[in-house]
């Protein structure tokens, strides 16, 4: 999905491929484990193997919609100056590896959340707070249009909140819950919970 391009300020006199493959290989894995360290919601997402092209993706909603997805590409450009070659400024390199993590994260992680909103709102998980804060009724509201997977216990699997800086704010100043809004969660998570074992007794039916 990122490609980096190294260039050289220097052009030597001998190519010595193997080098430069290491090369590329070790500034490769190193951005792509800088990109994990800086956004922790891009290190939980599985990756796939490398291939030579990228196909367009379709998702077939319940309602009959398709969501497309067009593949993205991705460059970081890096500038070696023979003086850091020389004098082994590895300063140099990794702020150079820092900064093309932050290039391909800053076009990467918009088009992510564009097909989670495009996805979610085909499926009809979206919801929309038309500008309004975050509260307990959101919250509750979004939980009701998933389908929740519970464990051998019967505890459900919550889904993980993926929010922004000022959303996060907001959701971690909220009060304690008060008795009638953790009934209204309980009877929720029930409801799910007979639906997730009727879905489960008709899966083995057939």
Not at 72 to 89: G, H, M, P, T, W
Not at 96 to 116: E, G, K, R, T
Not at 153 to 178: D, F, S
Request: glycine share 6%; hydrophobic share 35%.
């Amino acid at each position: 999905m990122e490609h980096i391009v190294s260039q050289s300020q220097h052009s030597g006199l001998f190519s010595l491929p193997e080098y430069e493959y290491a090369q590329s290989r070790f500034v490769h894995d190193g951005v792509a484990r800088l990109m994990e360290a800086k956004d922790e919601f891009w290190a939980r997402i599985p990756k796939a193997e490398p291939a030579e092209a990228v196909p367009i993706t379709q998702n077939t909603m319940p309602s009959g919609e398709v969501v497309q997805n067009e593949p993205l590409s991705v460059a970081a450009q890096f500038v070696y100056k023979y003086e850091d070659i020389r004098s082994c400024n590895t300063e140099e390199l990794a702020a150079q590896m820092d900064a093309a993590a932050d290039q391909i994260l800053s076009v990467l992680m918009p088009h992510v959340f564009d097909i989670m909103g495009r996805t979610c709102k085909a499926a009809g998980t979206a919801s929309d707070a038309g500008g309004k804060p975050f509260s307990f009724e959101m919250f509750l509201d979004g939980i009701e249009k998933i389908d929740l997977p519970f464990d051998e216990k019967g505890n459900p699997e919550l889904p993980t909140l993926v929010v922004g800086p000022e959303l996060g704010n907001q959701i971690r100043a909220m009060p304690p819950w008060t008795p009638e809004q953790r009934k209204a969660f309980d009877d929720v998570i029930e409801r799910k919970r007979k639906e997730y074992n009727a879905r489960r007794r008709d899966r083995k039916l057939r």
